[in-house]
C-alpha cells in the first residue's frame, strides 16, 4: 500500500473540543507531510465542518498511518460520558501504523497512550524540557481579517408588542457565524462586581478604539463606539423605528438598518462601508465633544429660570 496518512485530533469527534491551537497544529502537520510528499487527508468533526470528511467514513483500509495531533492523550471519560474515543480510534485503526505527536502525556500507562506505536510528546511527566507547540509552526496568514465588537440587547421591554429584539439577535449572530470577522462580545452596562463587565466608562473605549467596526442594537453602542471614532453598523430593534434610529439621524450617521428588513446583502455591504476608508474617516469626525447642547442649554435655562423662588 501507498503511503497515506490520515490525520486525526479532538477535532476529529463528533463531542470533541475544537481550539484555535488544535487547527494549528493540524495545518503544521498537514505542511510538513505534504512537503515531504505523503499524501494526507484530515477527518473533522461534523459539528465543526459540516461536509468535509467524517472519521466514521474514514476508511482504515485505505490509510497506512493514523496521526493524532494536538492535545491529552487519556482515557479518562468525562462526566457522564462513554468510552474514550481514543480506545475506540486505536480498535478502529489497529492495521494501520498509529502516531500521536505534540500531545500532552499525563500517564505514559494509559491505554490511550500505550496504543500509539509512537508518541511524539511536547510534554511528559519526568521529562524536564517541553517541545514547541506544533501550533508555532503554522503557516502565518497572508491578513488577518477584521475585529468586530457585538454589542447586543435583549431588554428594553418598554417598547411592548414593538419589540423585535430575539429576532433581530438572531438574525445578526447567525450572520456574524458566517462571516469572516473576528468578534468580541461587549457590553455598554457597567458592574464593578463583575470582571467580564467594564466597571469605567474608560475600560469599554479602551476596547472600542481598537476595534475595527461595531455591530450593535444599543444607542449608546452607537454613540460610544463612534466617540471612540470607530464605525458602527447599527441595527434598530423596535419596530417602526426607536432610538437608535433618532440617535443615527442626529448623528447623520448612515450605517444604520430597521429590525424589520435585515437582509444579508445589506449587512455585508454596510460592514464593508464600516470597515473602509470611508467609513473610518467618517467615524473620526466623532470623536471630539460636540459643540453645544440644546438639552443642556435648555435645562440650564429651565433650572435658573425658577430659582430662587418660594419652593
Known sequence: MNTRVLLTGWFSFLHGEVTAGDLLAEASVRQALSEAAVAVETAWSPVFRPGALRLEAADPDRFSHLVFACGPVHSTPGPGAGPSPLLELHARFARCR?????????DPADPAVTGFHEVLARDTPGVPVASL???????????LPPLVGVILTEGQHEYGPRRLHAGVSKALTDWLGGSDAATVVLDTRLDSRDWRLPTRPEHLQAALVRLD???TTRLHGLVQALRAGTPVLAVDPVAGGAKVSAQAAALRW?????????RTADLDRLLAWCLSADGRAAA???TAPPRGSELLTGL???VLAHSGGDR
Open 254 to 262: 448612515p450605517a444604520l438598518l430597521p429590525g424589520e428588513r435585515l
Open 133 to 143: 507547540d506544533l501550533s508555532l509552526h503554522a503557516p502565518l496568514p497572508d491578513r
Open 98 to 106: 498509529r502516531i500521536a505527536v505534540g500531545v500532552s502525556v499525563t
Open 300 to 302: 440650564v435655562r429651565e
Open 284 to 286: 473620526a469626525r466623532h
Open 213 to 215: 467596526a461595531v455591530v
